[in-house]
């Protein structure tokens, strides 16, 4: 269990303490501040703003702006290499990925994401600027990137270097291509611990799923899709939130055969939701979280997904991490 939670939020982090088997918010800070993400591990906390990066090395008393280097200082998502120490990578809108060898101390713009986004014009049907990284997945050598609206990146050199998935086109036409290709508007992905070769992306045209590192992709759910878990001790046990629209009609569903069927994993949850929809699921200890589209916090014991609302009080939550003293 971990000794801390790290909730970015509208307004600030909020840092949550584990007391009497409850979470409880203990502490905000970085007020006023718009916290899109946020990563901790060895003794650092990055928080991701709409206006670069903070880092606190004292567990959140005190923080310092680390934004050498970082020309795009709009954080979409923040995410370290689980193998390699101080190396960290943002992905910012426009769409860019940034390298931080250092902890974040400064950062290096991965220039062949910039060129892939004008070449094939990426775009974000809500916003002017040209799409967005907002979600990665390491295994080794292997990295993916998820590029709202643009496709797929991937890494074959942990991260210094990267390029379009062979099974994603570039083009940001929301029509997108048929399979084997995957649709073009990926909201996160994911790379399960047993395989690099075995990676799903949640898409606003399905989930798909591909068993050659992104070569070829299989739609296994028809839906709009934001947010997906995949079992780390089991390949084919997948969990995630499809909805019927934006932010319409979402639930939460599993399977356990890889996508053949599905079943609802919504114990204690009054779905479907009319007007919201997961945003992202995090496992933090023996524990999942959902963050829905509306900025409320869900938690259920993996074991069980008997879901329940969960600090309320922090107000509207975008990411969450946990930590360890």
Not at 26 to 54: K, N, Y
Not at 300 to 305: G, I, N, R
Request: net charge negative; with cysteine; proline share 6%.
């Amino acid at each position: 269990m971990p000794d801390s939670l790290y909730l970015a939020t509208y307004n600030g982090l909020a840092i949550c303490n584990h007391e009497n088997n409850v979470w409880q918010v203990a502490s905000r800070v970085l007020d006023r501040h718009h916290i899109t993400s946020v990563i901790a591990r060895e003794g650092v906390i990055l928080a991701g703003t709409r206006d670069g990066v903070q880092r606190s090395d004292d567990g959140g008393k005190s923080w310092r702006a680390v934004n050498k280097g970082l020309t795009d200082r709009h954080i979409r998502w923040l995410a370290y290499h689980p193998d390699i120490s101080d190396r960290e990578f943002a992905g910012t809108e426009p769409a860019g990925i940034f390298l931080s060898q250092d902890g974040a101390e400064s950062w290096e713009e991965m220039p062949e994401v910039a060129a892939l986004r004008d070449e094939f014009g990426w775009m974000l049907p809500y916003s002017p600027e040209a799409g967005c990284v907002r979600g990665f997945a390491f295994h080794g050598q292997r990295a993916y990137a998820a590029v709202e609206v643009g496709g797929l990146l991937r890494s074959d050199d942990f991260g210094k270097t990267w390029s379009l998935a062979p099974g994603s086109d570039g083009s940001p036409v929301l029509s997108g291509p048929p399979e084997p290709f995957v649709y073009p508007d990926v909201h996160d992905v994911a790379v399960h611990p047993s395989d690099p070769d075995l990676v799903f992306a949640a898409t606003g045209g399905g989930l798909y799923r591909s068993s050659n590192g992104g070569e070829t992709w299989d739609m296994i759910y028809d839906c709009y899709c934001r947010g997906l878990w995949l079992d780390p001790e089991k390949p084919d046990h997948v969990i995630f939130g499809p909805a019927e629209r934006v932010g319409a009609v979402g639930r939460v569903e599993e399977t356990h055969d890889g996508g053949r069927s599905w079943q609802a994993a919504s114990e204690g949850l009054d779905v479907p939701w009319p007007h919201t929809m997961p945003e992202r699921f995090t496992q933090v200890g023996d524990e999942l979280f959902a963050v829905l589209d509306d900025g409320r916090l869900l938690a259920a014991p993996v074991a069980t997904l008997k879901w329940q609302t969960v600090l309320s009080e922090a107000g509207r939550v975008n990411a969450i991490t946990g930590g360890f003293d």
